[in-house]
């Protein structure tokens, strides 16, 4: 099966820490997203890459996050100096493209994030 | 921002049942999809609809696009214990990304 991997499934740390996350795209897709679920909620779009570029990122997005697609294949998603308000699922998904039928994503299964 | 309201919320029912879960908006959308999460999981696309009034079937499933471009339903026929999920609707406008509803928390009792 070759659909969205993402990495660890689930991480717990202490505030203050870093952490990192890893997510593999299908690979004949070129845009990569990462989205945020709390419970209760649906997904909250955080940012997407088109190819190795970031092109767009969300408010929620605070400057302790960065993500980064340097090859246009894999990503990451790094959070500095967690916040308790920083547990939530992380979601990766990826997509073949844009354009009627093509806006569909197909997701991982997340990283499932508590901090201490 | 293109808000999606999903009720209801949560919604039980007995096996063999049919229910009804509604996805409305105000802003119209090119493309709607439907997405089933269970717990831990990420969502997984049901279907997608595109043009305005269209009807699809996905064996029990019927989902229906709104003449406007701006709502949908998703209908589900004699509910399965399978049923169970998280439906969640997603509307694409001109900003490249989906945004999604909250979802409707269905539950269905053997």
């Given at each position: 099966?070759?659909?969205?991997s993402?990495?660890p499934?689930?991480?717990?740390?202490?505030?203050g820490q870093?952490v990192?996350?890893?997510?593999?795209?299908?690979?004949?897709?070129?845009?990569?997203?990462?989205?945020?679920?709390?419970?209760?909620?649906?997904p909250?779009?955080l940012?997407y890459?088109?190819?190795e570029?970031?092109?767009e990122?969300?408010?929620?997005?605070s400057?302790r996050?960065s993500?980064?697609?340097?090859k246009?294949?894999?990503?990451?998603?790094?959070?500095?100096?967690t916040?308790?308000?920083?547990?939530?699922?992380?979601l990766?998904a990826?997509?073949?493209?844009?354009?009627?039928y093509n806006?569909?994503?197909f997701?991982?299964?997340?990283?499932?994030?508590s901090?201490? | 921002t293109?808000l999606?309201?999903?009720?209801?919320?949560?919604?039980s029912?007995?096996?063999?049942e049919n229910?009804t879960?509604y996805?409305?908006?105000?802003s119209?959308?090119s493309?709607?999809?439907w997405?089933r999460q269970?717990?831990?999981e990420?969502p997984?696309?049901l279907?997608?609809?595109?043009?305005g009034?269209?009807?699809k079937k996905?064996?029990?499933l019927?989902?229906?696009?709104?003449d406007?471009r701006?709502d949908?339903s998703?209908?589900?026929?004699?509910a399965?214990?399978?049923?169970?999920?998280?439906?969640?609707?997603?509307?694409?406008?001109g900003?490249n990304r989906?945004?999604?509803?909250k979802g409707?928390?269905v539950?269905?009792?053997p």
């Amino acid at each position: 099966d070759t659909g969205v991997s993402q990495n660890p499934r689930h991480k717990i740390t202490k505030r203050g820490q870093n952490v990192t996350f890893r997510c593999d795209p299908i690979s004949e897709h070129n845009r990569l997203y990462w989205y945020r679920q709390t419970l209760g909620q649906g997904p909250e779009f955080l940012t997407y890459f088109q190819n190795e570029a970031q092109l767009e990122k969300s408010r929620l997005l605070s400057d302790r996050f960065s993500a980064e697609r340097p090859k246009g294949s894999f990503s990451t998603l790094e959070i500095q100096r967690t916040e308790q308000g920083d547990s939530a699922m992380y979601l990766c998904a990826s997509s073949p493209g844009w354009g009627p039928y093509n806006e569909k994503l197909f997701f991982g299964s997340g990283t499932q994030l508590s901090v201490l | 921002t293109q808000l999606l309201e999903q009720s209801p919320q949560f919604l039980s029912i007995q096996e063999g049942e049919n229910l009804t879960v509604y996805c409305n908006s105000s802003s119209v959308f090119s493309s709607l999809q439907w997405y089933r999460q269970e717990p831990g999981e990420g969502p997984v696309l049901l279907v997608t609809v595109v043009t305005g009034g269209e009807v699809k079937k996905l064996k029990r499933l019927t989902f229906q696009f709104g003449d406007a471009r701006k709502d949908s339903s998703l209908h589900i026929t004699a509910a399965q214990p399978g049923d169970t999920g998280l439906y969640l609707c997603a509307g694409a406008g001109g900003n490249n990304r989906l945004a999604f509803g909250k979802g409707n928390q269905v539950v269905v009792i053997p």
